[in-house]
C-alpha cells in the first residue's frame, strides 16, 4: 500500500495542496477561520485583526529581509507611508477603503522605489542604518505637512464605503442578526492576509524567489548564473514595502486614529523583525505563524502573567507581556533557531516516518 | 568562437594576467593548466565578467563581452562552474538548476505573484529539460534534497548540472575534478567528454590532474606567472621544454 500519493507528473509537483492530507488540512483551516468570528468574544476578534495585520507586515518584511537577504529597520517607515495615505486620502478626498489600500500599497511601494538604488550599494549593516534613517526621515515629513496630516496631534481614519457618506464602521443588520465593525473588518483582514500569504507563497516556489534566495545567499555566484542582482533587489524592495504599506492602511483603518510616533517608530521596525525570526527566515510560513505568535503572545501573556508571582506583583500587564515575550524569544533562539518553522518541520517529519522514530 | 585577445588584468601593482591571448573553435575542449597563482581563475574571471581586465578584449563569437555585466554574459551562453562550489545550499538540487535556466524564463516577473498557467506551463517546460540533464548526469535519487546536506563529489555534480541547466554555448569548468577521488574523477571526465561528443558545448577546462588534461584536452594553454608560455596540442605540451621548467620543476615526467 502505497504510504502517500504517487506523484506521475511535474504538474503535481507544482500543486500547494498536492494530497488529501494538505487538502483536509486546508478545509479545518478555512472552517475555523469561518467559525471563529462567531465564537470568540469582540476582543479575540479584534486581536485576530491586528494579527492579520501583522501577518501582512511580516510577509513584506520576509520578501525583503528573509528572501532577498536585505535587512531593513526601516519597515515601520513603509507602515508609516500606507497609513498616512488613507488617512490623507480619506479625509481630503473621501476615497474608500477599497481602493484606499492598493493606493497605500503603491505609495510605500514607490517609497521603496526611490530608496531602492541607494539601498543596491550598501549591505549588512550599512543598510540597516540607511533604514532607520528612513524612518526618521519619514516621520519628519508627516510632522512637517502639519496641516494634512495632524502633525504631533494625530488625525482620524475615516472608511468610507463608496457609497456617497457612508462609512464601513456601521454594523451590518440581517433582521435581528448583526454583524459590527470588528466582525466586518475580520472578514475583510483575514481575506487579505491569505491572499498575501498566497502571493508571498509563490513568489517562494517560482523563479522569482529562487532568484532572490541566490541574491541573499551569494549574489557573486547569482550574477554569473544569469541573475540581475539589482533588479531582483528592487524588485523585493518594491513588494516588500506595498505590503508593508497595505498592513499600514489595515492598521489605520483599525485603530481610526493614528499618531506618527508611536506606533510608527524604530520599536514597531524591530518587532516585525522579531516576528520573522520567530517563525522561521526564508519562508512563507515563518511570517505567519511569527505573526500569529507574537501577537498573539503579549494578551496570552496578560492572562498569565498574573498568576506567575515575582511578576505579577512588580511589574504591570505590559512588562509583563514584555518580560515574557523576551523569555520565549530567547528560549527560542537557543533551542531552536529555526523558529516556529523548525517545530513544524520537526512534527511533519514525526508523522511522515510514523510508527518508527525517524 | 571564443577570443581571448592579449588582456592584461592588475590588482595594484600584482599583475595577474599579462598580455594572455587563447582561441577555442567551437565544440573545442581547450585545458588550461598552469601552477598555483598563475591566473587560470583570473582569466574565467575576465571571460565570465567578474573582473574587467584592463587591457585588451575577449570575444564570444566576434561580440566583446566586456561591454557586459556578469548576469548578461551569462545570457549571451557563458556559463561557468566555480573551484570552490558556489551552489545554494538551502535549495534543492532541483532548484539549484532551475535557477541556472533562470536567464531563459520569459515570464515577466509580476506573473510570478500569481503563478497562473503560463508561469507553470514554463516552469515546467524548464523542469523537463532539467530532467534530461539529471537524468544525462545520474542525479535521480537527489533530485529533491537540500544541496547542504549532499556530499561533495555529488556537488561537484549538481554544479556541472547547474552550468549545463544554462543552455551554455560555452562551459567555463574551474577544476572539476578538484577533491574527488579517483573513480569520481574518471566519472567526471566521462561526463566532459560527452558533454563535448553529444552536446558539442566548447569547454574551457582548468586542471591540475595533468593526466585528465593531457587526455581529454584538444590543445593546452599553460600559463606561469599571469603570462602564457605555451599553447599547442598535448603532445606538443608534453615536449615542450618551457612547460616542464614551470610546471614539472625542471624535471621530465
Redo the contacts between chains.
Keep these: 500500500m502505497p504510504t502517500k500519493k504517487l506523484v506521475t507528473s511535474?504538474?503535481q509537483?507544482?500543486k500547494l495542496f498536492p494530497d488529501m492530507w494538505h487538502k483536509v488540512g486546508l478545509i479545518a483551516a478555512l472552517a475555523f477561520l469561518l467559525v471563529f468570528p462567531m465564537v470568540a468574544s469582540a476582543k479575540w476578534v479584534t486581536i485576530a485583526n491586528l494579527t492579520a495585520t501583522s501577518i501582512v507586515g511580516a510577509i513584506g518584511l520576509m520578501i525583503l529581509t528573509g528572501f532577498a537577504g536585505q535587512i531593513s529597520l526601516g519597515h515601520a517607515a513603509f507602515l508609516a507611508v500606507g497609513a498616512y495615505t488613507v488617512a490623507v486620502l480619506g479625509n481630503e478626498f473621501q476615497v474608500p477603503w477599497w481602493l484606499g489600500m492598493p493606493l497605500a500599497g503603491m505609495a510605500a511601494a514607490l517609497v521603496g522605489l526611490a530608496i531602492g538604488p541607494f539601498a543596491l550599494r550598501l549591505r549588512g549593516l550599512y543598510l540597516a542604518i540607511v533604514t532607520i534613517g528612513l524612518l526618521f526621515l519619514v516621520a519628519h515629513v508627516l510632522h512637517s505637512f502639519g496641516d494634512i496630516t495632524g502633525g504631533v496631534s494625530g488625525i482620524a481614519v475615516p472608511m468610507y464605503t463608496g457609497l456617497g457618506d457612508a462609512t464601513f464602521d456601521a454594523p451590518w443588520e440581517f433582521g435581528d442578526y448583526e454583524i459590527p465593525f470588528e466582525k466586518k473588518l475580520y472578514l475583510v483582514y483575514v481575506t487579505i492576509a491569505v491572499g498575501a500569504a498566497l502571493?508571498s507563497k509563490?513568489?517562494q516556489?517560482?523563479?522569482?524567489?529562487?532568484?532572490m534566495?541566490?541574491v541573499r545567499?551569494?549574489d557573486?555566484?547569482?550574477?554569473?548564473?544569469?541573475?540581475?542582482?539589482a533588479r531582483t533587489k528592487i524588485?523585493a524592495f518594491a513588494?516588500s514595502s506595498f505590503f508593508a504599506g497595505v498592513a499600514g492602511a489595515m492598521f489605520a483603518y483599525q485603530q481610526q486614529y493614528i499618531t506618527i510616533e508611536p506606533p510608527f517608530d524604530l520599536n514597531m521596525s524591530v518587532q516585525y523583525i522579531a516576528m520573522i525570526v520567530l517563525g522561521g527566515i526564508?519562508t512563507t510560513f515563518g511570517a505567519v505563524a511569527g505573526a500569529i505568535g507574537f501577537t498573539v503572545i503579549s494578551p496570552l501573556a496578560e492572562s498569565v502573567g498574573r498568576h506567575i508571582p515575582f511578576l505579577s506583583e512588580n511589574l504591570t500587564s505590559a512588562q509583563q507581556s514584555t518580560v515574557l515575550f523576551a523569555v520565549v524569544v530567547c528560549l527560542f533562539l537557543i533551542y531552536e533557531p529555526l523558529g516556529l518553522l523548525g517545530f513544524w518541520l520537526r512534527i511533519k517529519r514525526y508523522f511522515s516516518a510514523w510508527p518508527f522514530k525517524y | 568562437m571564443l577570443s581571448v585577445q592579449d588582456i592584461s588584468l592588475s590588482f595594484s601593482g600584482v599583475k595577474a594576467l599579462d598580455g594572455v591571448s587563447i582561441e577555442a573553435e567551437s565544440g573545442d575542449l581547450l585545458a588550461v593548466i598552469g601552477p598555483n597563482g598563475a591566473g587560470k581563475t583570473s582569466l574565467f574571471n575576465c571571460i565570465?565578467?567578474?573582473y574587467q581586465p584592463q587591457k585588451g578584449d575577449v570575444r564570444l563569437e566576434g561580440d566583446s563581452l566586456l561591454q557586459y555585466?556578469?548576469?548578461d554574459i551569462?545570457?549571451k551562453g557563458v556559463a561557468?562552474m566555480?573551484q570552490n562550489l558556489?551552489l545554494?545550499?538551502?535549495?534543492t538540487v532541483l532548484?539549484n538548476m532551475?535557477?541556472?535556466s533562470?536567464?531563459l524564463?520569459k515570464?515577466p516577473?509580476w506573473k510570478?505573484?500569481?503563478?497562473g498557467k503560463a508561469?507553470?506551463r514554463e516552469?515546467?517546460e524548464h523542469?523537463?529539460r532539467i530532467?534530461d540533464i539529471i537524468d544525462f548526469l545520474h542525479l535521480e535519487q537527489y533530485r529533491k534534497m537540500p544541496v547542504g546536506i549532499l556530499p561533495y563529489g555529488i556537488l561537484k555534480r549538481v554544479e556541472l548540472g547547474?552550468a549545463l541547466a544554462?543552455q551554455p554555448k560555452l562551459l567555463l569548468l574551474d577544476e572539476p575534478a578538484a577533491g574527488l577521488n579517483s573513480e569520481e574523477t574518471e566519472d567526471m571526465a566521462r561526463y566532459i567528454l560527452d558533454i563535448k561528443e553529444e552536446l558539442g558545448i566548447t569547454q574551457i577546462l582548468i586542471e591540475h590532474e595533468l593526466h585528465m588534461v593531457l587526455d581529454l584536452a584538444d590543445h593546452i594553454a599553460v600559463l606561469d606567472f599571469g603570462k602564457r608560455i605555451a599553447f599547442g596540442s598535448p603532445d606538443e605540451i608534453r615536449k615542450d621544454p618551457a612547460v616542464i621548467e614551470a610546471y614539472l620543476g625542471g624535471e621530465e615526467e
Design positions: 511535474y504538474e509537483d507544482l502571493v509563490n513568489i516556489r517560482s523563479d522569482l524567489g529562487r532568484a534566495i541566490a545567499d551569494h557573486l555566484a547569482a550574477a554569473v548564473l544569469g541573475v540581475n542582482p524588485i513588494l526564508g | 565570465s565578467g567578474v555585466s556578469a548576469h551569462a545570457s561557468r566555480f558556489a545554494f545550499d538551502q535549495m532548484d532551475l535557477l541556472g533562470h536567464h524564463y515570464t516577473w510570478n505573484l500569481m503563478f508561469a507553470r516552469e515546467i523542469r523537463e530532467e547547474r544554462m
